[in-house]
């Protein structure tokens, strides 16, 4: 089991993501985006960073690369495809997930621990937890305020695909506990595949026990496994 950390100019958690990942025991290798996908890969992470300096709009210069065209094919056969914060951004900027990230509603930088509610336990991602688990992960952006139409934001709630919710310490879904203003609190979703993922918190930042406050996150990264 090898995993593929993708790297863009300007991603600046893919080592991160690597360690995290291995100190699971779980095989990572970096790779960069021009060099396209391996022949052969078991599962493909989209780091978070500041990808061509969030030009335009974070994740949008990234999105057109011609991996991601890979990216979607192998997301479309089932290879687990996780997006995170700037890989979040570039997910639905390429349309691996419904949806759009944009400027915080504070309007700044936030780099600080939130707390998900999981919504649903019967995903790759979310197997080691129990549905209404509160987990602790970090945030660290500026545009990770999930908008999305109505009515796409309907079929998202029918489908079940909204996977962590900004909560308070409790599980509660409130105005308050919503750090960037996203709509519906939604932090994590899935694409049209429940293989595939993105969210705006950093599991990577919250498993390894040396650096991290909370090891929380681990269990989205063990869908690698
Ligand atoms: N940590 C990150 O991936 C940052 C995401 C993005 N560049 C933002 O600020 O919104």
């Given at each position: 089991m090898t995993v593929t950390v993708l790297q863009f100019?300007?991603?600046?958690?893919?080592r991160d993501a690597v360690r995290a990942l291995e100190h699971l025991g779980i095989d990572a290798e970096r790779r960069w985006h021009a060099d396209g996908l391996p022949a052969e890969t078991d599962?493909?992470?989209?780091?978070?960073?500041?990808?061509?300096g969030d030009y335009l709009r974070a994740g949008a210069m990234a999105a057109r690369a011609p991996v991601m065209e890979e990216v979607?094919?192998?997301?479309?056969?089932?290879?687990?495809?996780?997006?995170?914060?700037?890989?979040?951004?570039?997910?639905?900027?390429?349309?691996l997930v419904a949806g759009a990230f944009t400027t915080n509603e504070s309007a700044r930088f936030q780099c600080e621990p939130v707390h998900?509610?999981?919504e649903r336990a019967d995903t790759p991602w979310t197997a080691a937890y129990d549905e209404g688990d509160v987990i602790e992960v970090p945030i660290a952006h500026g545009e990770g305020r999930f908008e999305i139409d109505a009515a796409a934001s309907e079929a998202l709630e029918a489908d079940d695909r909204i996977l962590?919710?900004?909560?308070?310490?409790?599980?509660?879904v409130t105005d308050a506990a919503n750090p960037n203003g996203s709509t519906g609190n939604v932090a994590?979703?899935?694409?049209?595949?429940?293989?595939?993922?993105?969210?705006?918190p950093h599991p990577e930042r919250a498993t390894l026990p040396d650096?991290?406050?909370?090891?929380?996150?681990?269990?989205i990264l063990r869908a690698f496994a």
């Open positions: 100019g300007g991603s600046n958690c893919d599962g493909i992470v989209i780091p978070g960073g500041f990808s061509y979607r094919a192998a997301a479309a056969d089932g290879t687990p495809v996780l997006g995170v914060c700037n890989g979040a951004q570039i997910g639905a900027e390429s349309g998900l509610r999981v962590f919710r900004y909560c308070d310490a409790d599980g509660a994590g979703i899935l694409g049209e595949r429940e293989t595939t993922a993105v969210l705006m650096v991290a406050a909370s090891t929380d996150g681990e269990g």
